[in-house]
């Protein structure tokens, strides 16, 4: 596996970023302790993994990798998850919020802002804690969405695992201060300059196996509120009237799947969906429901430790 980051070499566009992220990856492990990376076997995770798989290699990951479990995620991205840590032998924890299986939280009779809170922000953190991580990975970038555009690539986040954005560090010309008060921890976002297209420019180069549903397909999906959901499994429950009905669909981000609006696409290969991508005039995340719950809901999510 090369790296491509020889000094002095005349680097394009993805290898400026590939370059840079793999810096941050190994900066961020030389200030850590116990650092963990979250994978929530989507694109930029994907990414993200390839990323790190290089900057260690020929070793194995410093840092095993961590899915913080709704027990709601598409069935084919937990066929993805286990399959490539099976594959390339990854030190992999699952964690599923053990309130939230007594309780049996689901999305459609707690609503989105509970499932998300309970299931992803409270289940991270408990994840965090149980196994005393001090630096998590994450696969956001800053153009999916306001509050994470400023949002620094070193986050410090409280001993509640709380962000205040305003007490965010300067990190001029690429330095990055991992320094921690006790108690307190990081969360570190390797792609924070990438774009969605980026994202996808890099996978069709490195040739990176991907879940799926990212290619446009015949799928059954009800329209719901204007957006189109995909009938995963048989806890949908369907409304009166509605029937599943097979359209051409694909998801240009992977989530729960009820809170997941898909988008009807003919892209059914990496060049198509590369072609959509520069068309695009909306966000990726326009059909995740989670966004929508309240005004600034990302950025509330965030100081309350979402990642």
Known sequence: MS????????LGHLERLEAESIHILREAVAESDRPVML????????????????AFHPGRLPFPLLHVDTTWKFREMIEFRDRTA???????????????VELGIDPFTHGSSVHTDMWKTQGLKQALDAHGFDLAFGGARRDEEKSRAKERVFSIRSAQHRWDPKRQR????????????????????????????DIW?????ENLPIVPLYLAAPRPVVERDGTLVMVDDDRFPLR??????????????????????A????ADTLPAVIREMLLATTSERQGRMIDHDSSASMERKKQEGYF
Do not use: Q
């Open 170 to 197: 300067p990190e001029l010309w690429r330095l990055y201060n991992a320094r921690t008060a006790p108690g307190e921890s990081v969360r570190v976002f390797p792609l924070s300059n990438w774009t969605e297209l």
């Open 3 to 10: 790296t491509r980051t020889g000094r002095g070499a005349a």
């Open 39 to 54: 994978y929530s076997m989507g694109k930029d995770s994907t990414v993200m993994l390839h990323l790190a798989r290089k």
């Open 240 to 261: 009166p009237g509605e029937r599943p009905e097979l359209r051409d669909v694909r998801f240009r981000t992977l989530g729960c799947y009820p809170l997941t609006g």
């Open 86 to 100: 099976r594959e390339l032998d990854l030190e992999l924890l699952v964690h599923r919020n053990p309130e939230c």
């Open 263 to 266: 988008v009807e696409s003919t």
């Open 201 to 205: 420019l890099y996978i069709h180069r």
